[in-house]
């Protein structure tokens, strides 16, 4: 099952472009992360699927329906935005009578449990709370709405280490407890490298690369040998990225079969390798490659 697809997506901000051609199918019940240098258009992405900006050009579904198109689809979906909104002049408690109110699945118990384990002062207003207790409420307020798709933008940048965990932890409960589907983007590899079974590279406003993390660490390879130019390679074997000394020349090459040419020394590559050699090719974008299932 697909929680969101796009088809051609795009968004441009006066003359510039935040997003285009932007083609994926996301499959339910899994935690994709979404990763590119700053101002790749990630943002742009999240707040399109949450229906809190307009696509300028193609189409998008979340969840089987047009994002933002009703109150049944916005009980769908979750959205926790970049800077943890949450309304400053409100009790922490507030904010959970709030969300029992305007949710139609809301789940009481586990709001209440995660808000006790973390121990914000229901008293507290949220305007008063660090930015990053800030930002565990924003996440609670998401996932106690029982939504079936959570976006989540750079959800534990201003976290401490252990929080950090203990949230990953509480996400991964929620895929496998209640088939939850999570987009989350981040910078911290190591925290998509915990979490994440699919990717999406976004790169100058286009995905890069999107598939699930095992197929695309099957399908990359690192080669390591004497200088000489990568445009010897055969054709089945695309060059993603490469590092010339005088001496050694290493290329991340994207190949569906072994590379039999014994002067390569073949290693294989982890999610780091592979997010970096994509985020710093900028040729054309080949969306065709690996649309995540
Ligand atoms: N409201 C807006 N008005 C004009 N331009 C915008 C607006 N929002 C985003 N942009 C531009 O769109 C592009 C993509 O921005 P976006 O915030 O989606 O990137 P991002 O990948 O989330 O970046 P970051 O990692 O820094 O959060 C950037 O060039 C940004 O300046």
Known sequence: MTVLRARGLGKKYARHWALTGCTLDIPAGHVTGL????GAGKSTLLGLAAGMIEPSSGAIEVCGGMPGSGPAQLAKVGFVAQNAPVYAGLTVEEHLRLGARLNPGWDDKLARDRIGRIGLDPELRAGRLSGGRRAQLALT???????ELLLLDEPVASLDPLARREFLQDLMEAVAEHGLSVVMSSHLVADLERVCDHLIVLVNSQVRIAGEVEDLLATHRRLTGPRRSVDTLPGDQEVVSVRQTDRQTTALVRTGAPVLDPTWDVGEVDLEDLILAYMGNT?????ALGVVR
């Open 141 to 147: 307020l998401g996932i106690a709405k029982r939504p």
């Open 283 to 287: 040729g054309p974008a080949r969306p």
């Open 35 to 38: 990763v590119g240098p700053n």
